[in-house]
């Protein structure tokens, strides 16, 4: 199985910050990679699929690189609702699987 | 708008069985795959399931492969996990997310709000 793995695990920032989160495979998974926010009590809410393409209505301060085992999500100039634990997952093949997570926080 | 509402969570003992059901509105159930994906402290977000929009392909993680059946009424637009043999490990919030596409690729661009399931003596 294909392992993910998200660094940091946790980082603090401030309103109007730009923060970079890096998710790694396990293997080569060309760029079948989605990024996902939860907030605490709720679903997860896709933001990227195919490594860097924005889902619908998702803000363009959003963006996601990469391919192959190395990925990134980049929020430029944070937003209050941005405060959120950040997921990736990597949908190559079977079984997919997610990373850790990123837990973004107020500095 | 897209709906997905899981139900059927509980507190189970070790050894029970449970259903979960997900009922979906606001896009064209049939013509979607949809997964089960479940997340507990310990382990964070895990895949369980797949199904096919038609039913016809289904697909399990090792870990329940043969204690969890996956299926779908497409009449009645709803998703179900059936569960069997439950095992503390099974305990999570259990979220039903639909893909875009009838056949299956492990993407979901939109997750039910979870049911919770609690395996304990």
């Known amino acids: 199985d294909i392992q993910m793995t998200q660094s940091p695990s946790s980082l603090s920032a401030a309103v109007g910050d730009s923060v970079t989160i890096t998710c790694r495979a396990s293997?080569?998974?060309?760029?079948?990679l989605a990024w996902f926010q939860q907030k605490p009590g709720k679903a997860p809410k896709s933001l990227i699929f195919?490594?860097?393409n924005l889902e619908g209505g998702v803000p363009s301060r959003f963006s996601g690189s990469g391919s192959g085992t190395v990925f990134s999500l980049t929020i430029s100039r944070l937003q209050p609702e941005d405060f959120a634990t950040y997921y990736c997952?990597?949908?190559?093949?079977?079984?997919?699987?997610f990373g850790q997570g990123t837990k973004v926080d107020i500095k | 708008d897209v709906q997905l509402l899981e139900s059927g969570g509980d507190l189970i003992q070790p050894g029970g069985s449970l259903r979960l059901s997900c009922a979906a509105s606001g896009f064209s159930f049939s013509s979607s795959a949809m997964n089960w994906v479940r997340q507990s402290p310990g382990k964070g977000l895990q895949w369980v399931s797949a199904i096919s929009g038609s039913g016809a392909t289904t697909y399990y993680a090792d870990s329940v492969d043969g204690r969890f059946t996956i299926s779908r009424d497409n009449a009645k637009r709803t998703l179900f996990l059936q569960m069997t043999s439950l095992t503390a490990e099974d305990t999570a919030v259990y979220y039903c997310a639909k893909e875009r596409g009838e056949f299956w690729t492990g993407y979901n661009d939109f997750w039910g709000q979870g049911t919770l399931v609690t395996v304990a003596s």
């Open positions: 195919g490594a860097s």
């Open positions: 997952q990597h949908y190559s093949r079977e079984p997919p699987s």
């Open positions: 293997q080569d998974i060309s760029h079948y």
